[in-house]
């Protein structure tokens, strides 16, 4: 307290001029209509940019339950485009959200490997999450791989960046259906064999996924075809494919869940026996 009224009084002299000064300022503003008018605009602008700014910061740090909020929604629109897909002789939306056959997870990619003979990657969702073995696993622009192995709380992914990988994909022009497989060499381009040599293919045409299995629905987009060649029989093409994808920066990805997987395996199996 002694070193406050040290400081008065040692400063008395600008203390009372900065105290007549904010007077006369004052009764100038308020005498004065041009002025005050002009002090209102500043006292605006000041506070408008600090408020700005305040909430600049606030929606810096909610960045993460927005994209959390955005993830959520794209999920729901992605199981509906999926259910479409899955039946698109049906594709009125009571069709869609009262029967889904596919059901997404949304997960967050931990580990990604690109540049191996066979990649898998981690995914930070398992069984606690309902995920199991031969979900598939995609992201917005395209196919990404098939769940391996599961945990309580995490997944591998065998990429489609692995020689052990093949998924089923066609012409999404025609119903020409292949294999899409790795050569092991660029993590964008893939091949898509056993296309029949009378498919009427293309540089620049789209593939999608076929649907003859149980993972993906059908006409979920791989990439586009970047140059094809007869094989050595000369009886079927053999096609590489651009990916959409960039698999080496993957983030947030979707699983796959075909809830009628069981049954069509088990009625496939009973036809084998």
């Given at each position: 307290?002694?070193?406050?009224?040290n400081?008065v009084?040692?400063?008395k002299?600008?203390?009372?001029?900065?105290?007549?000064?904010?007077v006369?300022?004052?009764?100038t503003?308020?005498?004065h209509?041009?002025h005050?008018?002009?002090f209102?605009?500043?006292a605006?602008?000041l506070t408008?940019g600090?408020y700005g700014?305040?909430n600049s910061?606030?929606?810096?740090f909610?960045?993460k339950?927005q994209n959390?909020?955005l993830a959520?929604?794209n999920?729901r629109?992605?199981e509906?485009?999926?259910?479409?897909?899955?039946?698109?002789s049906?594709?009125?939306?009571?069709s869609?959200?009262g029967?889904?056959?596919?059901?997404?997870?949304?997960?967050?990619?931990y580990k990604n490997?690109?540049a191996?003979t066979?990649?898998y990657l981690?995914?930070?969702?398992g069984?606690?999450d309902?995920?199991?073995?031969?979900?598939?696993?995609?992201n917005?622009?395209?196919i990404?791989g098939?769940?391996d192995?599961t945990?309580?709380?995490?997944?591998?992914v065998?990429?489609i960046l692995?020689?052990?990988?093949?998924i089923?994909?066609?012409l999404?022009s025609?119903?020409?259906?292949g294999?899409?497989?790795?050569?092991g060499?660029?993590p964008?381009v893939?091949e898509l064999?056993?296309?029949?040599k009378f498919a009427p293919?293309k540089?620049?045409?789209?593939?999608?996924?076929?649907g003859q299995?149980?993972i993906f629905?059908?006409?979920?987009e791989?990439?586009?075809?970047e140059?094809?060649?007869?094989d050595?029989?000369?009886?079927?093409?053999?096609?590489d494919?651009?990916l959409?994808?960039?698999?080496?920066?993957?983030g947030?990805?979707?699983i796959i869940?075909n809830?009628?997987?069981e049954e069509?395996e088990?009625l496939?199996s009973?036809?084998n026996?």
């Open positions: 307290m002694q070193q406050i009224i400081f009084i040692r400063n002299t600008f203390l009372l001029f900065l105290l007549l000064f904010g006369s300022f004052a009764l503003i308020q005498s209509s041009y005050k008018s002009q209102i605009n500043s605006n602008v408008g600090i700014t305040i910061v606030d929606q810096y909610s960045l339950t959390e909020v959520e929604e999920k629109l992605r509906q485009l999926l259910n479409t897909l899955a039946d698109s049906n594709t009125s939306i009571d869609i959200l029967d889904q056959r596919y059901r997404i997870t949304t997960a967050d990619v490997s690109y191996l066979n990649n981690t995914l930070n969702k069984t606690k309902g995920i199991r073995s031969d979900f598939g696993v995609i917005s622009k395209g990404i098939i769940i192995n945990s309580n709380g995490y997944s591998t065998l990429s692995n020689k052990k990988s093949r089923n994909a066609k999404k025609t119903n020409h259906f294999s899409l497989t790795w050569k060499i660029s964008n893939m064999v056993d296309v029949s293919v540089v620049g045409d789209t593939i999608v996924s076929g299995s149980a629905p059908k006409g979920v791989i990439g586009l075809v140059s094809f060649t007869t050595i029989g000369g009886d079927t093409y053999l096609i494919v651009k959409f994808n960039d698999m080496t920066n993957i947030k990805v979707y869940e809830t009628d997987k069509i088990s496939e009973k036809g026996e």
